[in-house]
């Protein structure tokens, strides 16, 4: 098997393993839509930062990355992303493909001071996540899923529920402030600044988005976000919304958390939407319980900080 740089003309092929790879998680992760293709990998083809697993004259991997940032997780170094359409191996010996392959990788990133490595996998794709694992790599973060399909909305007595309009964003600012310092905690540790927060609350005041909350009496105690596209290449489209955001007051989880989803279930599902997805971080506990109870998991982030001695 030979490694070598990923190129424009290995195209075809790393399109038709990438599809190859999605069915697979398609037989176990039933939400997931019939798609007659992965998005279009020419960006990564031709960026120069991927490299190709060649044996027997065939291409049995890839992997390819985005162009890299400087300060990547909050962090003081560059580093770079891996979505999950953009990678793919056969299945024969695939653990060693990838482990060979990211050998190659990540000594050209390394080389060029990119030092936070992240890869999305599909879920189930338990081989090469070990193949990752064993080379370093932790989960962060995780995509999930599901099919609406209408019902009834779970009503708990004292509750309401609505869809809060745009320019009363500001009205769940201290949610968003709680679920920043609810992210602090151990064992997730993000960031939780002052000055960080009030600038992540003003970005996401101003993103097109839609806000669902619960209520008891007058006071709003969860909310949850809705935007038009997600971060895989399949949380977009006419037919499917993402949640971007979602915070609960303590005492009122679980419950409320539920019924608010439900409304929010069934008011996507009358507009004719089909399909809702999440994003959330695997560390956040309260994170994790909820949505993998409510929605099929279908990728796993994991991610790699390389310290600089290595350099």
């Known amino acids: 098997m030979e490694i070598k740089k990923l190129e424009i003309h ?18 176990v992760t039933k939400s997931l839509p019939d798609m007659e293709c992965v998005a279009d990998l020419s ?36 580093g770079t992303f891996v979505p999950v359409h953009a990678h793919g191996a056969v299945v024969t010996n695939r653990g ?131 935007c038009n596209y997600g971060e895989t290449f399949l949380s977009g489209g006419e037919d499917a919304r993402h949640i971007c955001g979602a915070y609960c007051l303590e005492n009122y989880r679980g419950g409320v958390a539920r019924g608010l989803l439900s409304y929010i279930e069934q008011t996507l599902y009358d507009e004719g939407i089909r399909r809702l997805g999440v994003d959330f971080e695997t560390f956040n506990p309260t994170a994790y319980g909820f949505w993998s109870k409510h929605f099929e998991i279908y990728t796993n982030s994991l991610t790699r900080r390389i310290d600089e001695c290595g350099l």
Not at 10 to 27: D, P, R, S, T, V
């Open 96 to 226: 060693r493909i990838y482990k060979k392959m990211y050998e190659v990788l990540a000594n050209d990133l390394v080389a060029n001071k990119v030092m936070y490595h992240a890869i999305a996998f599909y879920a189930h794709d338990y081989v090469a996540k070990e193949a990752m694992w064993q080379y370093g790599f932790g989960m962060r973060c995780a995509d999930a899923m599901k099919t609406l399909n209408g019902g009834e909305i779970v009503t708990i007595e004292g509750i309401t529920y609505d869809e809060l309009p745009g320019e009363r964003a500001s009205e769940i600012r201290e949610l968003r402030k709680k679920l920043t310092y609810h992210l602090h905690q151990s064992p997730s540790f993000m960031r939780a600044t002052d000055e960080y927060i009030n600038f992540w609350i003003q970005k996401a005041e101003k993103r097109d988005s839609r806000l669902f909350v619960a209520k008891d009496k007058n006071e709003i105690v969860a909310f949850i976000e809705v």
């Open 10 to 27: 290995h195209l075809e092929a790393i399109m038709k393993l990438a599809y190859e790879n999605y069915l697979e998680e398609c037989e």
């Open 43 to 78: 960006y990564f083809a031709s960026n120069g930062l991927g490299v190709v697993a060649i044996e027997n004259g065939q291409v049995v991997g890839f992997i390819a990355c985005f162009e890299p940032w400087d300060n990547a997780f909050d962090s003081n170094v560059k």
